[in-house]
C-alpha cells in the first residue's frame, strides 16, 4: 500500500544553517506530494506540494521536488531561522485518492 | 475568518466508554476529514465526508463512526473505548473532495483514555 518514509528526528541546527529532511515514498500510480509543518501550539498546514514528476513545489524558502526515479520528495531550506522550529510531515495522496498518508514527522529545533 | 474549530479541546473518558467530537470547517467547505495522531507518529486517516456522505474511510474498527450535518459540521464518534485510542484528533476541512487539494487543519482534540 501507499506509505511515507520520513527521516526521522530530531534536528537540531543553528541559525542560517542548510536544512535537509528527507522523505521517500511507495505509491502506485502517480501521486501528489506534500510537506506539512505544525507550529507550536498550532494546527497543521500545508508548507508545500507538488502533483507530478519533477515538479518542485516552494514556499517561505522552502523547497521540495518531486523525484520519480527515487521516489523522493526531500524538503531543503538554505538557510533556516528560529522561527522554523515546527515539526515537518512528509505527505502523498495517491492516485485519485481523497486522503493524506503521512510520514511520522520530523521535529526541527533552530538555535539562536 | 474562522479557521477549522474543534471541540472540545481536551477530554478524559474510562475504558469502554463512548466519545464524541465535533469540528466546524472553514465556511463554504464542504469536504471534512478526520485524522488520528498517536504521539509521536504522523496523523492516520479516519473518514472523509463531502456534502453529507462519506467519501473514504481508513483502517480502523465499527467503534469508529462519523457523519457530517447540513450545514457542513461533522462528528467522530467512538464507542467503547480502549486505551489505544488514546491520541490527538485532527479535523481537516477542504473546498472538494479530490486529495489534490490543500487540507486545512484544526488544533485537534486531545483524548486521553484511562
Known sequence: ?112 | DAGVTQSPTHLIKTRGQHVTLRCSPISGHKSVSWYQQVLGQGPQFIFQYYEKEERGRGNFPDRFSARQFPNYSSELNVNALLLGDSALYLCASSLGVSGLGELFFGEGSRLTVL
Not at chain 1, 520520513?6 to 521517500?24: D, K, R, Y
Not at chain 1, 531550506?77 to 520530523?106: E, H, I, R, W
Request: hydrophobic share 35%; charged share 15%; glycine share 10%.
Open chain 1, 1 to 112: 500500500g501507499d506509505s511515507v518514509t520520513q527521516m526521522e528526528g530530531p534536528v537540531t541546527l543553528s541559525e542560517e544553517a542548510f536544512l535537509t529532511i528527507n522523505c521517500t515514498y511507495t505509491a502506485t500510480g502517480y501521486p501528489s506530494l506534500f510537506w506539512y509543518v505544525q507550529y507550536p501550539g498550532e494546527g497543521l498546514q500545508l508548507l508545500l506540494k507538488a502533483t507530478k514528476a519533477d515538479d518542485k513545489g516552494s514556499n517561505k524558502g522552502f523547497e521540495a521536488t518531486y523525484r520519480k526515479e527515487t521516489t523522493s520528495f526531500h524538503l531543503e531550506k538554505g538557510s533556516v531561522q528560529v522561527s522554523d522550529s515546527a515539526v515537518y510531515f512528509c505527505a502523498l495522496s495517491g492516485n485519485g485518492a481523497n486522503n493524506l498518508f503521512f510520514g511520522t514527522g520530523t521535529r526541527l529545533t533552530v538555535i539562536p
